[in-house]
Every structure is written in structure tokens, then in C-alpha cells.
């Protein structure tokens, strides 16, 4: 099954549809590690863009402003269950809001379904998967946002090298999502923070740049999973899991450099650092082979806490898109987003932070640059628009005046990353232009022996017989 990010934007779609087709959708895998490279991902584009619905491509003429909940973290702990409850919440709320009713879901009755999951030792999930559709929800600002899914391998696997494999997936993961769920179990560890260290340094380049004035990163929130509080220790949910958070970070930073680089500047990369507990699910969903997704056979008390952390989530006021640059990205755009940062997780093994940081600066500099042309084509179109032939002359005036204003309009974008990055980009958009005018010139000769042919059959000469 293809991911059908155009379904939810037909004339004839209806919300309803979505609530009563669900048990028809599938998760989608977008990135697949290389089996010669099993810690380097490739990028299956085609996941996206293969026609499935009424001959449409997936991702074009899509401007809803995309939300992305990704969960990442050690293998075999949940996190394909966890995502299952945020899908019956998501799909619950849509349905309330559509028939203006109270919200009821995770239901005593009812049965968690979607992302494949099931215990045991061995991996269940390879490479990165995002839910067959967006779950369109009415926001807290009363925008409809297109609301993704997107499930990750676990790191720490025995199949791969741990602490290659878990900076790309976590790295990779993070820079795609505006909500990055941080799967741990127990308690945190050194490992854990320490698989954060691409991101931190990442985060602390970008800020390093005058024109950030916001934190780079969305939103990070710790789940721990299973967690057994001491009688004077932390309660679940989140305002002890705040407190846990920072009480580990505290003790952490003082056992190496790079975790206490990551303690002082963690606040800084990430506009929202949040933490969550959770209690054991309760044996009969953790351990027993036949568990299926019943709700009834959660422990009460782990229903309660992940209800709680994933309406704190996932409400309609806690919605925030994908931010890119400073801007929202639309789901005409993620597709760039994907690309390019999957470009960049290719080139090497472990990236490398400033590598990240090229990346933002290349999707800067691409929607600068389409901007950029887009102008010099509505310009141009407004001069060639008259009917007889423009002298040369005029044409390369109109072709230098509109220019000038394609490059303002580059120039106006934030200089961000290195100067070759921008360097490439700007030299691309002067070959597009001239590119451009030679279409220009070519349709204006056009018009020169369509203007003659009108003439001579004005005058009674045929065209092809010349009398």
C-alpha cells in the first residue's frame, strides 16, 4: 500500500470517510536500512508518490500544514503499541469533532489496531514507517492539520552497531517530526542521553547563527516506560516525570563532558523538553504471545497515565506543525524535507552536525530560488503576453528588470549553512533564468511566423503554396 497524503483533500472526501475505512489503512515504510549498510537508510520515495487514488500523486497541491508524531528509542519496548493509542485518540477525536459529540475512546471494549507490533526479543520494525494517511484535526487555533505518524526502529539492536545506528534513527526521526516521542525503559541512562549528542550539536551550531532566535529543534518528550518509583521518589505522569527528568539530567552531567554538554544546552535546542511516566501495562499485555490490542487487558493504572500523557500530546491545542526554517511546512512540502535530509543521512555513516546544518540551509535557499523564479516567470508572462512579436531588445530588458528582482527575492532569504551551500543554489537560479529566456526568445519567434502566416492569408497568399 502506497501513503495517500491526497485522500483527505478530494471534493468528495469526507471525514467520515476516514473514521468508517481505517481497518483499510496500513503503515507505509519510507526508509529502509541498506542490507550492505544496514546502519545507512535509503529513502523509498515511491512509498509517497505512487498513484493510488483516482490517478492522483500523493503529495501534490496539498497546502494543509503537516503535524508529524514520531516515536523513537530502544527495540522490542512498545513503541509500536504506544502509537497504536495515539492512533485510537486521534481517530476518536476526529470523530467527535465531526459529530460535535463528547470524546470517548480507549475503550474497555475495544481493540488497539495499526502499526504491527508483538513482544518477544526479536525486531518487529526495520527503518522508518508513517501511518497510509493523515489524520485530518481541527486544531486549537482552528486550523485543519494533516496529522502523521511515524514509527522508527529500535536503536540498540543486536543487528546493528548501537551507537551508529541510534544517532541516525533518533537524528533522523527528530529532524522529520514536530513531536519527537523518546521511548526508555525503566529509567534514563547514560546511553540514553548520550544518543542525543548528534542533536545537541546540531542545535548548538544552528543557534550559533544570528539569525536563529528560536530554538531549532520542536518538541522532545521523554517516555519512560515501566517505571518503578520508590516510596520518596517521583509519581507517574507529568509533572513527575519533569522532576525525574531533571533530578537524571543533574546526576548524568556529572559523570562526562559530553553529558554535560547535552544537560546545559537541551533547554536551548528544543522549544519543548517534557518528560512522562508510565507504570507496567500489566503482564497480560507485555508477556503474553496472544495479547491483541484489547484494552480490557491493560492494568487500570497504565490506562490512566497513557491517557492522560496522550490527550497532554495530542489535544487539539497542543497541535503545532513541522517547522522548517521558521516556517510551517504544507504537505506539498515535506516531501523536499524527506529528500534533502535523507541526502544527508546517505553521505555518511554518522553525520555530521554541520552536514544537518547544510541541510536546513539547502531547503532555505530551494524555496528561496523557487520563489525567486516563480517571480521572473509572472513578470515575463505579463510582457510576452501581447499578441504581435517583442522587439530583442525589449525582451532582454524585461528579461534583466525581472531578474533583478528574482535575485532580491533570493537575497531577502536568511544566509544560513555554509557559503557554498548558498553559493551552489544562487549559480542554479541564474541557469534557470537564462534557461527561462530562452523559452521566452523561442515563443516569440513563434509569434513572428505566426504574425506573417496571418498576414499572407489576409492578403489571399497560401501559406504553404506562397501565391
Given at each position: 500500500?502506497?501513503?495517500?497524503?491526497?485522500?483527505?483533500?478530494?471534493?468528495?472526501?469526507?471525514?467520515?470517510?476516514?473514521?468508517?475505512?481505517?481497518?483499510?489503512?496500513?503503515?507505509?515504510?519510507?526508509?529502509?536500512?541498506?542490507?550492505?549498510?544496514?546502519?545507512?537508510?535509503?529513502?523509498?520515495?515511491?512509498?509517497?508518490?505512487?498513484?493510488?487514488?483516482?490517478?492522483?500523486?500523493?503529495?501534490?497541491?496539498?497546502?494543509?500544514?503537516?503535524?508529524?508524531?514520531?516515536?523513537?528509542?530502544?527495540?522490542?519496548?512498545?513503541?509500536?503499541?504506544?502509537?497504536?493509542?495515539?492512533?485510537?485518540?486521534?481517530?476518536?477525536?476526529?470523530?467527535?469533532?465531526?459529530?460535535?459529540?463528547?470524546?470517548?475512546?480507549?475503550?474497555?471494549?475495544?481493540?488497539?489496531?495499526?502499526?504491527?507490533?508483538?513482544?518477544?526479543?526479536?525486531?518487529?520494525?526495520t527503518g522508518i514507517w508513517i501511518w497510509g494517511e493523515p489524520i485530518m484535526i481541527e486544531a486549537g487555533d482552528g486550523e485543519t492539520y494533516a496529522v502523521v505518524l511515524m514509527d522508527t526502529q529500535g536503536t540498540t539492536d543486536s543487528l546493528t552497531s548501537p551507537y551508529q545506528m541510534s544517532n541516525t534513527v533518533l537524528a533522523l526521526s527528530t529532524l522529520l517530526s514536530s513531536v519527537q516521542i523518546y521511548n526508555i525503559f525503566e529509567?534514563?541512562?547514560?546511553?540514553?542521553?548520550?544518543?542525543?549528542?548528534?542533536?545537541?550539536?546540531?542545535?548548538?551550531?544552528?543557534?550559533?547563527?544570528?539569525?536563529?532566535?528560536?530554538?531549532?529543534?520542536?518538541?522532545?518528550?521523554?517516555?519512560?516506560?515501566?517505571?518503578?518509583?520508590?516510596?520518596?521518589?517521583?509519581?507517574?505522569?507529568?509533572?513527575?516525570?519533569?522532576?525525574?527528568?531533571?533530578?537524571?539530567?543533574?546526576?548524568?552531567?556529572?559523570?562526562?563532558?559530553?553529558?554535560?554538554?547535552?544537560?546545559?544546552?537541551?533547554?536551548?535546542?528544543?522549544?519543548?523538553?517534557?518528560?512522562?511516566?508510565?507504570?507496567?501495562?500489566?503482564?497480560?499485555?507485555?508477556?503474553?504471545?496472544?495479547?491483541?490490542?484489547?484494552?480490557?487487558?491493560?492494568?487500570?493504572?497504565?490506562?490512566?497515565?497513557?491517557?492522560?500523557?496522550?490527550?497532554?500530546?495530542?489535544?487539539?491545542?497542543?497541535?503545532?506543525?513541522?517547522?522548517?526554517?521558521?516556517?510551517?511546512?504544507?504537505?506539498?512540502?515535506?516531501?523536499?524535507?524527506?529528500?534533502?535530509?535523507?541526502?544527508?543521512?546517505?553521505?555518511?555513516?554518522?553525520?555530521?552536525?554541520?552536514?544537518?546544518?547544510?541541510?536546513?540551509?539547502?531547503?532555505?535557499?530551494?524555496?528561496?530560488?523557487?520563489?525567486?523564479?516563480?517571480?521572473?516567470?509572472?513578470?515575463?508572462?505579463?510582457?510576452?503576453?501581447?499578441?504581435?512579436?517583442?522587439?530583442?531588445?525589449?525582451?532582454?530588458?524585461?528579461?534583466?528588470?525581472?531578474?533583478?528582482?528574482?535575485?532580491?527575492?533570493?537575497?531577502?532569504?536568511?544566509?544560513?549553512?555554509?557559503?557554498?551551500?548558498?553559493?551552489?543554489?544562487?549559480?542554479?537560479?541564474?541557469?534557470?533564468?537564462?534557461?527561462?529566456?530562452?523559452?521566452?526568445?523561442?515563443?516569440?519567434?513563434?509569434?513572428?511566423?505566426?504574425?506573417?502566416?496571418?498576414?499572407?492569408?489576409?492578403?489571399?497568399?497560401?501559406?504553404?503554396?506562397?501565391?
Open positions: 500500500m502506497s501513503f495517500d497524503l491526497t485522500a483527505p483533500f478530494q471534493a468528495e472526501f469526507r471525514t467520515r470517510d476516514q473514521i468508517e475505512h481505517r481497518h483499510k489503512v496500513h503503515p507505509v515504510q519510507i526508509f529502509a536500512p541498506l542490507s550492505s549498510q544496514p546502519n545507512r537508510y535509503k529513502f523509498l520515495e515511491n512509498s509517497l508518490t505512487s498513484t493510488e487514488i483516482n490517478g492522483t500523486l500523493p503529495l501534490l497541491n496539498t497546502n494543509f500544514d503537516i503535524v508529524i508524531i514520531s516515536i523513537a528509542g530502544a527495540f522490542r519496548k512498545g513503541k509500536s503499541f504506544l502509537l497504536n493509542v495515539f492512533l485510537d485518540y486521534l481517530y476518536s477525536l476526529q470523530k467527535s469533532q465531526q459529530n460535535n459529540k463528547s470524546l470517548e475512546w480507549l475503550l474497555d471494549d475495544s481493540q488497539l489496531q495499526g502499526f504491527h507490533w508483538k513482544p518477544g526479543v526479536k525486531r518487529d520494525t529509567a534514563i541512562h547514560e546511553d540514553s542521553l548520550a544518543n542525543l549528542s548528534l542533536l545537541i550539536e546540531y542545535g548548538r551550531l544552528i543557534m550559533n547563527e544570528p539569525i536563529y532566535s528560536k530554538p531549532p529543534l520542536q518538541t522532545i518528550a521523554f517516555v519512560v516506560r515501566d517505571f518503578k518509583p520508590l516510596s520518596d521518589e517521583c509519581s507517574y505522569g507529568y509533572e513527575g516525570g519533569m522532576d525525574y527528568l531533571k533530578g537524571a539530567l543533574e546526576t548524568l552531567s556529572h559523570q562526562s563532558n559530553r553529558l554535560k554538554i547535552i544537560e546545559e544546552n537541551i533547554w536551548n535546542c528544543f522549544e519543548q523538553t517534557l518528560c512522562f511516566l508510565l507504570p507496567h501495562p500489566g503482564h497480560r499485555v507485555a508477556d503474553r504471545e496472544s495479547f491483541r490490542g484489547y484494552v480490557k487487558e491493560m492494568k487500570p493504572l497504565f490506562k490512566e497515565e497513557v491517557k492522560k500523557m496522550t490527550t497532554h500530546l495530542l489535544n487539539p491545542r497542543a497541535l503545532k506543525p513541522k517547522i522548517v526554517n521558521g516556517k510551517m511546512v504544507t504537505c506539498k512540502k515535506i516531501m523536499d524535507v524527506f529528500r534533502e535530509f535523507a541526502k544527508t543521512l546517505d553521505s555518511c555513516i554518522i553525520p555530521d552536525p554541520q552536514l544537518i546544518v547544510d541541510t536546513n540551509a539547502q531547503l532555505n535557499f530551494m524555496e528561496a530560488s523557487s520563489e525567486a523564479r516563480n517571480a521572473y516567470i509572472k513578470g515575463m508572462d505579463r510582457v510576452c503576453a501581447e499578441s504581435g512579436m517583442l522587439p530583442e531588445k525589449r525582451l532582454h530588458e524585461a528579461h534583466i528588470k525581472y531578474g533583478i528582482i528574482a535575485l532580491n527575492i533570493f537575497e531577502k532569504y536568511p544566509k544560513t549553512g555554509s557559503n557554498e551551500v548558498r553559493s551552489r543554489n544562487l549559480s542554479m537560479l541564474q541557469q534557470d533564468l537564462n534557461s527561462e529566456l530562452e523559452k521566452y526568445k523561442r515563443l516569440n519567434k513563434e509569434k513572428r511566423v505566426t504574425s506573417c502566416a496571418s498576414g499572407m492569408i489576409a492578403c489571399g497568399d497560401s501559406v504553404l503554396l506562397g501565391r
